[in-house]
């Protein structure tokens, strides 16, 4: 029954408005339907449907005015819904006489209580759970009166603007039965735990949406579950007494979503919580062995969902604990590529079974950082969440070394194709969810043939599917095996290029498929020739100098001119038509005005009337010293890089010095190939313009041509 009871409970809860603040505004504090199931055959009972009724509820709520008392329904029911109608003043004893004595649960939500007489209950030897939520003229004054009740198990006081509880509210019913105080959704702003000792039997307490700021911890040895979402507070609860003795030493399940927590400190004493939330706080950085195993010897059920502001930081064994088995993590905006994401975070958790990353962002995680994330689990999880996750693709080895994962969801992400074969290894799996990606198509070989008799629930609806010939098999394992598809959001397999048509229901005859199968091989073949051919040809246009001196190399034959063979011209120079100033107005006179060198340029030395590529090859042949005068122009020249290409042939050959110089400067993105490895094994003398550059510039190329 109190399992029962706090389910319905939360489901009134669910309706609650989320205003609902300290101020004289009225509350509202549930939806007008009600919150319990009604199970078929549902009847009505009294008047004209003031009660509906089944075997075990008697609905008369939201009559709002119209009843005003306890009908007499001549009939047995455990639950007796009277929440939402005008029951304003319960001021005489008898008020539930026409109430079935099997009675368990009485709703009083939102009547505008003012007044409950003591002894109300009296005759209710069954009764076991009390809502009196939405009136908010009930106070902690009419608390003892209820608690007298002697079977009273559950009491929700939620909604009615409780401030913070008295020091005496609860002294003088050491004898209570309860096991539930729900308190909820009330003003409670500064409280000491205190208060509730006299409570010995509670096990669970809800203080869920209050304003509570400052709380004073107690020695609670009966607490199971504490529930402290959506307050105030700043820090973590105290937990440990002197000498490091639990003040919860029986509690199992605690609640602290939607606070300020920005971190747990030492020292932390919870040996029994199972179940630990944090979600909605504002934790900055997960720190190392934040929730590691001498602080929660046996939390089993983790959660951090959605922290309000952005995480800067996941160190490594942040949860450090061999005991949780299952990990939510979600809706933390994570980018698990980054290096604040560190790839050892699960660290020491090697009993994870469950795990929940959606909400994160997985789009550039690589294989290494994936396995290495869930190397401490690889052999105990069972179940994988991956949804919305921002992932666009799936790489063949991705979930290699999953072997025990029965369930793997992959929702609502931007998967435009699924690896063949991809799935096929993780052993036991039989539940599969894609549904809502980008995916066009699933052929025969996207999933072996034993995944596929081993898979029960499939969903792979609210994609996009392509629907032609390479669809059919699809539609035919679909058609074959209905039962083990699913679409959780109602949307199918839908056709995206064909309008209104389902992947069951597209149609094609299957003839047209294999002509079209035919057509396309010979495509391919005549595409794979052509794009070879034009392949030969970029490639050939590309180096076409580079063949034009092979062939010429091959072709003419020459002799090798040894080193103490006398030489016509000392220096052949390289240069571009536009350079041609700076080598006749500077080069030039100094070389040979002032050095007595003797030089080798084209528009001098070259004889008319022979091939170029002839007359390049013997005046370097002639030439004892090989000067190069890079720039913009040179890059450019055709000729120029012919030149360059034979130079670096004869200065191998011949170990002969090449000497670069830089005229002008020139970007590498302007390069060609052989002028960039020139650059990277040759040192240059670059050309500047002022006296002191231009006495260092000949200075250094006297000394290159001297040696």
Known sequence: MDILFVALLSAVLVFKSAETKCDDQPLICWHTDS???LTPPVESCYGEGLCKCT???????SSFGNLTFVPNLNRSYQYLNLSNNNLTNISHRHFFANASKDVRVIDLYNNGLTFIAEGVFKGLEKLGSLLLGGSNLLGYKDIPSLLVIPSLRNLSMSCLK???????TFLGVTHSQLRYLDLSWNCIGSLNMSVFKPLRKLKTISLWRNEIYELATAHMPSWETLDLPTNRLYDFPRTCADYNTSLFPNLKALSLDQNMIHGIDDPVCLPKVKVLSVSYNHFLYFRTNTFRTDRFPNLQIFQIMQMENKIYGVS???????????ITFV???????????????????????????RGNTFQYVTDDKFHRLLKPMERSLNILSLSGTQLTHISPNMFSRLKHITELYLYENSLFSIPDGVFDNIGPMWKLILDDNMIETISETTFGVELRSRLKDVNLGGNPYHCSCEILWFQQWMRSNPTIFRDFHTRGYRCANVRNVTVPDFVLNPQACILGSNAASLTIAISCVLLFFLILFIVYFRFRWHARLCLYEVCRSRRRRSRTRRFKYDVFVSYAEEDVNWVLDELLPVLEGELGLRLCIHQRDFLPGKQIVDNIADC??????????????????????????????FVMERDDVMVLVALQETQSRDMTGAMLAVLQTTTYIEWEDGQDARQSFWARLRLALDE
């Open 55 to 61: 075997n075990e509820t008697a609905d008369c709520s």
């Open 620 to 649: 370097v042949t002639d030439s004892e010293r090989v000067v190069l005068v890079f720039s913009p122009h040179f890059a450019r020249s055709q000729w120029c890089q012919f030149e360059l290409k034979y130079c670096q042939s």
């Open 316 to 326: 490594p064994f942040f949860i450090n604990n061999s005991a949780v088995a299952q």
């Open 35 to 37: 919150p319990f199931p």
């Open 162 to 168: 409780l401030g913070d509880v008295p020091e005496d």
């Open 331 to 357: 809706l933390n905006n994570i980018d698990f590529s980054m290096d604040y994401a560190h790839p050892d975070m699960f660290g020491g958790c090697t009993g994870v079974t469950f795990l929940n990353l």
